[in-house]
């Protein structure tokens, strides 16, 4: 499976700052995804980074809020945009390799907005 | 609107106990289903179900799917404290967005 790398672990912001967190793969995979863990919550499913072009939001989630970028195969950013404390969540970055194939997630970042 | 629910929510046994875990789910253009294992942020892959009625087996570990009634278990025979964590079960979709839709989690712990 492939090895993916998510930076920063954890980070404690300002309330009104940005945060880019940094997923890399060690190959090439097809599919990319963002998703954020609300304390207590499941998995919900913030954008599919697509390479070259705009990620897909989901439902609820905007694109100057969480801008994302994916300029290769292999790396994508998540920016979580004028922070605020209801932003507190794990950032999850989530990988597969061809379509359709298991899922596999990097370790995450815990950000905690003060 | 899609939907995975997992039941129980939290389960506390004893090491050696056997637990079953339960996931229905109702998601258009089923794909699959997939079992994950999460015990501090980053959520460990274990199976990954396509076929009903065809067992996957890791260890002390497996999982069975059944699309005509839509749900999934997971089994952990002879538990170890090791096994304490939250397990996640996700249906993704075939065709289209490629996203899991996750349920709440079961959070089981262990006890020597």
């Known amino acids: 499976s492939a090895v993916i790398s998510q930076k920063p672990s954890r980070d404690i912001c300002q309330r009104g700052t940005s945060l880019t967190i940094q997923c890399q793969v060690d190959?090439?995979?097809?599919?990319m995804f963002w998703y954020r863990q609300q304390p207590g919550q499941s998995l919900t499913l913030i954008a599919t980074?697509?390479?070259?072009?705009?990620?897909?939001?989901e439902s609820g989630f905007v694109i100057d809020k969480f801008p994302i970028s994916r300029p290769n195969l292999t790396f994508s950013t998540l920016t979580v945009s004028n922070m605020s404390p209801e932003d507190s969540s794990i950032y999850l970055c989530?990988?597969?390799?061809?379509?359709?194939?298991?899922?596999?997630f990097g370790q995450g970042t815990r950000l905690t907005v003060v | 609107e899609d939907k995975v629910v997992q039941s129980p929510l939290s389960l506390v046994v004893h090491e050696g106990d056997t637990v079953t875990l339960n996931c229905s789910y109702e998601?258009?253009?089923?794909?699959?289903l997939l079992w994950y294992k999460q015990e501090k942020k980053a959520p460990t892959f274990l199976f990954m179900l396509?076929?009903?009625?065809i067992e996957k087996k890791s260890g002390r570990l497996s999982s069975i799917l059944d699309k005509k009634e839509l749900f999934s278990i997971l089994n952990i025979t002879a538990t170890q404290t090791g096994d304490s964590a939250v397990y996640l079960c996700?249906?993704?979709?075939?065709?289209?967005?490629?996203?899991?839709?996750f349920g709440k989690g079961t959070k089981l712990t262990v006890n020597p």
């Open positions: 190959s090439q995979v097809t599919m």
């Open positions: 980074a697509n390479q070259g072009s705009e990620a897909t939001y």
């Open positions: 998601v258009t253009n089923f794909r699959s």
């Open positions: 989530s990988v597969e390799e061809f379509r359709g194939t298991e899922a596999f």
């Open positions: 396509t076929s009903s009625g």
């Open positions: 996700a249906a993704s979709h075939q065709g289209g967005s490629e996203k899991l839709v």
